[in-house]
């Protein structure tokens, strides 16, 4: 079983910066990819940015010229790092894994949620 740990969410005024963390946790063999997805009331959750295993990333167009992802394997961290953010980057801000673990060949993992809010 793997857990994520998001942590780092809160208020912050437009035209400021934010980063969010997660961290994966339990029986991991392998981890084939990490991500952000955002998510508004009523609307549908959309990707922000992810990467592979191989450190390759992708990123949505709203976001591409001010959010960074990034990792620290060692900790099997993953962190997204925004900046120049907008009130429209209001949202709950969940992390995504696919990793592998004892008797799994892959699943997907989400965390918990963490709250950005953006507003002056």
């Known amino acids: 079983q793997v857990q994520l740990v998001e942590s780092g969410g809160g208020l912050v005024q437009p035209g400021g910066s934010l980063r969010v963390s997660c961290a994966a946790s339990g029986s991991i063999l392998s981890i084939y990819s990490m991500g952000w997805y955002r998510q508004v009331p009523g609307n549908q959750r959309e990707l922000v940015a992810s990467m592979t295993a191989r450190g390759g990333t992708n990123y949505a167009d709203s976001v591409k010229d001010r959010f960074t992802i990034s990792r620290d394997i060692p900790k099997n961290t993953v962190y997204l790092q925004m900046t120049s953010l907008k009130p429209e980057d209001t949202a709950v801000y969940y992390c995504?894994?696919?990793?592998?673990?004892?008797?799994?060949?892959?699943?997907?993992?989400w965390g918990q949620g963490t709250q950005v809010t953006v507003s002056s």
């Open positions: 995504n894994v696919v990793a592998r673990s004892p008797g799994v060949l892959s699943r997907t993992y």
